[in-house]
T-cell receptor
Framework: DAGVIQSPRHEVTEMGQEVTLRCKPISGHNSLFWYRQTMMRGLELLIYFNNNVPIDDSGMPEDRFSAKMPNASFSTLKIQPSEPRDSAVYFC????????????FGSGTRLTVV | DQQVKQNSPSLSVQEGRISILNCDYTNSMFDYFLWYKKYPAEGPTFLISISSIKDKNEDGRFTVFLNKSAKHLSLHIVPSQPGDSAVYFCAASDRDDKIIFGKGTRLHILP
């Protein structure tokens, strides 16, 4: 099992550009989560999907952020247009079943917007 | 408003001694609590968890204690080892699937 795979590992982009982060969850996991880590806020939940359906997007900071899960093996988080304050590490995680079992996280994408 | 709070940004402990990481929460609906460990340039990894119906869960050198009346939990690591140096996140979930994380505590194990 390759675990949760995120790409790219690092992304540097100019303010105003569109950024797309990608995630491949563990096969068989039916829930997928996008988190953002910053020094000020720690790990914030942005959005999560259950069986490819968005369940809770209340953590998405602004309309500039959008996420999709077109199938069980792929999800994207898009920021358009990007701003310097979006600079952070973005993590994707997946889990199977319901309840409080722990997630499996990917290695993250470090985004820098200059 | 943070529902899961880790008030100590960092903690230094001598190798071989006990490390105690603390966490407070505000939401009484949380029914499951977890600790994650994170090394630089890696994603957080699940360490140990506890259900709200228990007050203690032990796994090797790691023990989590839950005090529901105080809305407080702690992670004990004994004995502490150099490889334990990492950022530790406290987290909680309710019947929903989502997990809410604290800001983390950076643990330094001193030689």
């Amino acid at each position: 099992d390759a675990g949760v795979i995120q790409s790219p590992r690092h992304e540097v982009t100019e303010m105003g550009q569109e950024v797309t982060l990608r995630c491949k969850p563990i096969s068989g996991h039916n829930s997928l989560f996008w988190y953002r880590q910053t020094m000020m806020r720690g790990l914030e939940l942005l959005i999560y999907f259950n069986n490819n359906v968005p369940i809770d997007d209340s953590g998405m900071p602004e309309d500039r952020f959008s996420a999709k899960m077109p199938n069980a093996s792929f999800s994207t988080l898009k920021i358009q247009p990007s701003e310097p304050r979006d600079s952070a590490v973005y993590f994707c995680a997946s889990k199977s079943g319901t309840g409080g079992d722990g997630y499996t996280f990917g290695s993250g994408t470090r985004l820098t917007v200059v | 408003d943070q529902q899961v709070k880790q008030n100590s940004p960092s903690l230094s402990v001598q190798e071989g001694r006990i490390s105690i990481l603390n966490c407070d929460y505000t939401n009484s609906m949380f029914d499951y609590f977890l600790w994650y460990k994170k090394y630089p340039a890696e994603g957080p990894t699940f360490l140990i968890s506890i259900s709200s119906i228990k007050d203690k869960n032990e796994d090797g050198r790691f023990t989590v204690f839950l005090n529901k009346s105080a809305k407080h939990l702690s992670l004990h690591i004994v004995p502490s080892q150099p490889g334990d140096s990492a950022v530790y996140f406290c987290a909680a979930s309710d019947r929903d699937d989502k997990i809410i994380f604290g800001k983390g505590t950076r643990l330094h194990i001193l030689p």
